[in-house]
């Protein structure tokens, strides 16, 4: 992506985009204009041999124009932006609405309590990523968990500040599908530069399959056997072996697998990282990769035990 005012990918920024270059223009005539009186004057009236400065006062059609001039780009773009908040300010007709929580350093985004984003707990899907359907108008509801931060959506449109113990809404809308990067932009302590926003847009005819794979990933999360699996995994040899972020597995024989669950193989040979070739390698990998230093678990752990660390790691993205 470039820079939104020349790459614009929905409707509100389209409509923002015109009067940026508006304001853009007009600030770069006033700043020639200001600029090049500046210059002429330091050049055409110094102080120089046979020339003495001289003090001006009072300018009766110069003080008519920089007070006059001014005021009427100040009432136009006053208007032209007041007409444009209207715009970013209408959340009516929104395909659905979003809860967006800032805290130092992250975004949560809890999403709206329908079937198709119901946990097996009945809650509604709660993720780190904003992920919505391209071509649809959707609401954000904003606020904040500790101090003021700032949801900014630049390809898009839209930006407003999440405030503690109160909620702001905008839209957003995309007209192409893509993951949108952007961050906090307000100061909000030593992590702001890294309090990323991730907007992943996905075509219509793959939201729904989105949001069953995000369902299934969150129920698997806030499992009992996910827990029962985390445990088995650090009271077994793998932490001797492996690193985990997070964790007391600090081994660096293995690979890390902090992200294990969103690579694109295991160990080079079994593809996709998946419960059934997760089950396979970690119940018996040498009979799948011959000459690895990773043992055979099959027997040493309970079919139980290996099924719960697989669901445990099926988290790890």
């Excluded at 000459?291 to 099959?298: L, S, T």
């Amino acid at each position: 992506m470039g820079p939104w005012p020349v790459d614009q990918r929905g409707p509100l920024v389209e409509q923002i985009a015109p009067l940026y270059w508006i304001m853009f223009a007009a600030a770069m005539v006033v700043f020639a204009i200001v600029a090049g009186a500046l210059i002429y004057s330091g050049i055409r009236f110094r102080e120089r041999p046979g020339h003495v400065a001289q003090q001006f006062h009072g300018h009766n059609l110069l003080e008519l124009i920089w007070t006059v001039v001014p005021t009427l780009m100040v009432i136009s773009f006053s208007i032209l932006s007041w007409n444009k908040l209207n715009l970013v300010n209408d959340v009516s007709g929104a395909a659905m609405t979003i809860q967006v929580e800032a805290r130092q350093w992250s975004w949560s985004y809890t999403y709206p309590d329908q079937d198709i984003f119901r946990l097996a707990d009945g809650s509604p899907l709660k993720a780190g990523t904003l992920d919505i359907p391209v071509g649809q108008k959707i609401k954000l509801d904003l606020t904040s968990k500790d101090v003021i931060h700032s949801f900014f959506a630049p390809n898009m449109g839209g930006k407003k500040d999440a405030v503690p113990g109160h909620t702001n809404e905008m839209w957003i809308q995309a007209d192409r599908p893509g993951t949108y990067v952007s961050h906090c932009t307000e100061f909000c302590g030593d992590g702001h530069a890294d309090m990323l926003i991730t907007i992943v847009v996905h075509p219509q005819t793959e939201y729904a399959a989105w949001a069953k794979t995000a369902v299934t990933d969150a129920n698997r999360a806030n499992s009992p056997e996910t827990k029962a699996g985390r445990d088995a995994f650090l009271a077994s040899a793998c932490v001797g072996c492996h690193t985990v972020a997070g964790t007391a597995a600090s081994g660096k024989v293995g690979p890390e697998l902090t992200h294990i669950a969103s690579k694109p193989n295991i160990a080079g040979v079994l593809s996709p990282v998946n419960e059934e070739n997760l089950t396979k390698w970690v119940s018996n990998a040498p009979s799948i990769k011959p000459g690895i230093v990773m043992p055979k678990f099959q027997g040493v752990l309970s079919d139980q035990q290996i099924h719960d660390i697989v669901q445990w790691l099926l988290t790890l993205k």
